[in-house]
């Protein structure tokens, strides 16, 4: 009865009969409960949206690698220099003290010369040239004359008296004519003429001395010699190459259109480093060899100091823009990263480490690329 009461007094409170008003409620409970629904079906949504759109995170397995622990040996490097051959002395012969002109010359540019093997004569006057062809002149008749000798003779030897008696006659007058013309100014050529000798052994690199050429007393070049014959590599190594060659070391040269390697020493190393450059000349004197000819370019590889260096195998090596560096592991066998500054390359095929690494370190030797700094490894048992 209170119920009844109570909804009838609110059904006239809202103007509205007692079954209005339970239909408005009930209304009123659809609509909590779709509103309800609906907010849990939203929630549902976003979380399955934040689910499927949401990165995955892959945990892969670890890399295996291996390891290899910097080796301390004694290497000897090598620096690379471009450069020429050049004569290792070359020697300027100007004419002696004297004016005339050259008369004869007796050697080529490519042949070698003893020291005081007369290379040219000079004449002092006009007419030695002159008297100097006509002593040539009678030395050739004098030849022809040897040989008409041995001709007249085979004729008696033969039987032939006749052809004999008449070859003989033609020489024994062409051999009175020959001496009386020719002696006196034959004595007389060599007083006059004066040799141009070679002031010390070697091969003549160039020749400008002509027949009929003026020379003037100690002022006229005729001929450049290399003593010795000697060649070398004029190379031009860098400054920062410098300290680790000295004089002495060996050195392996090629020269341009040769595949063959010559052999060589540094004799001397320019004290100058060329501000431009920033080179210096050292100088290689190489084994005597017909094939080297001055001028030639060339590339040397000269053998370094032996020195105490770090050593890893070109596996452990990286690089990238920064430069090259290596991986290490720590006692938990962690990754970090270590730039480093190489030297040379040894025969075997190793690096030469010059700083950033310690003897003690534990280098990745293998996978280097699949891991990076902070990654955690597997270490491959040897």
Request: glycine fraction near 6%; charged fraction near 20%.
């Amino acid at each position: 009865m209170t119920h009844d009461h109570d909804q009838n007094s609110e059904a006239d409170h809202f103007g509205l009969t007692a079954e209005e008003l339970a239909q408005a409620k009930r209304h009123r409970l659809v609509i909590i409960i779709l509103g309800i629904l609906a907010t849990a079906l939203l929630i549902i949504f976003i979380a399955w949206r934040a689910k499927v759109t949401a990165p995955v995170r892959i945990i892969a397995e670890p890399v295996h690698v291996s390891t290899v622990a910097p080796v301390q040996r004694s290497v000897t490097g090598m620096v690379s220099a471009e450069g020429h051959l050049a004569p290792a002395r070359e020697v300027v012969v100007n004419a002696p003290n004297i004016d005339g002109k050259i008369v004869k010359v007796l050697v080529a540019v490519g042949d070698k010369v003893q020291a005081g093997q007369p290379l040219a004569l000079v004449g002092h006057s006009s007419s030695d040239q002159n008297n100097f062809e006509q002593l040539a002149l009678a030395e050739s008749q004098q030849a022809d004359m040897t040989i008409a000798e041995s001709e007249y003779k085979r004729a008696e030897a033969a039987g032939d008296t006749t052809l004999a008696e008449i070859l003989k006659k033609d020489y024994d007058a062409a051999a009175r004519h020959l001496r009386h013309k020719s002696g006196k100014k034959a004595r007389q050529k060599a007083v006059t003429l004066t040799p141009i000798t070679a002031p010390v052994s070697g091969l003549v690199l160039s020749c400008t001395a002509e027949k009929g050429m003026a020379v003037i007393s100690n002022s006229t070049e005729l001929f450049r010699i290399a003593e010795k014959g000697e060649i070398e590599m004029q190379a031009n190594v860098a400054e920062k190459d410098l300290p680790s060659i000295s004089v002495g070391a060996s050195a392996d040269v090629k020269i341009a259109g040769s595949d063959n390697n010559f052999s060589g020493r540094i004799a001397s190393i320019s004290p100058v480093v060329d501000n431009v450059t920033h080179s210096a000349t050292v100088h290689i004197l190489l084994d005597d060899n017909p094939a080297l000819k001055a001028g030639v370019s060339a590339e040397a590889h000269i053998h370094t100091m032996p020195v105490q260096a770090l050593l890893l195998p070109e596996s452990a090596i990286m690089s990238d823009d920064t430069g090259h560096y290596v991986y290490s592991l720590d006692d938990g066998n962690a990754i970090a990263r270590h730039q480093v500054t190489l030297g040379q390359k040894t025969s075997d095929g190793q690096w030469e480490v010059l700083s950033g690494l310690q003897k003690q370190d534990n280098i990745v030797a293998s996978s280097g690329s699949m891991v990076s700094p902070g990654d955690r490894v597997i270490v491959d048992k040897k």
